[in-house]
């Protein structure tokens, strides 16, 4: 399969409008991470986006309080450190061999220069996702609270 058929198949980028995409592939990187290494640390600055082709992560919150979080094929992680440069604030580590689509923010803003509606869409896209998270983070915080109170 090849790069623009990969980021098709992902929820955040399904959308988007072909020629954009190939945008976007003309710059990612394919990666492949073994069982148990690490993709990102706590303090990591990857700026970067991954796509999940294969395989399935864990993403644990720094502050030990939250329970890990499981991200499998055709999800996406690294959206917020992509968008500001933040470190990571948490670890994420590959449960078993993961094919990965990384999209580095510096990379990916010199191939939308000058081309404004292509920069539009794709960060409209991230918007999106991170948006929808938001919502399920919020519906999820609400569940809990009512199941709380029942008891």
């Given amino acids: 399969m ?61 502050d030990g ?22 470190p990571a604030g948490g670890t994420v580590t590959a449960l078993e061999r993961v094919d990965l689509l990384v999209i580095r923010s510096g990379r990916l803003a010199d191939a939308l220069a000058g081309q404004p509606e292509a920069g539009y869409e794709i960060y409209r896209a991230i918007a999106r996702s991170l948006a929808g998270r938001l919502r399920r983070a919020f519906e999820m915080l609400a569940f809990a609270n009512d199941r709380k109170d029942r008891s």
């Fill in 2 to 62: 090849d790069t623009i058929q990969a980021l098709k198949q992902v929820i955040m980028f399904k959308d988007v409008p072909d020629p954009v995409l190939e945008l976007v592939a003309a710059v990612t990187e394919e990666l492949t991470i073994p069982a148990g290494a690490t993709i990102i640390s706590l303090t990591d600055t990857p700026g970067a986006l991954y796509v999940i082709r294969n395989g399935t992560v864990r993403a644990l919150p720094a």
């Fill in 65 to 86: 309080r939250a329970p890990p979080l499981l991200f499998g094929a055709g999800e996406t992680i690294g959206e917020a450190q992509f968008i500001d440069g933040e």
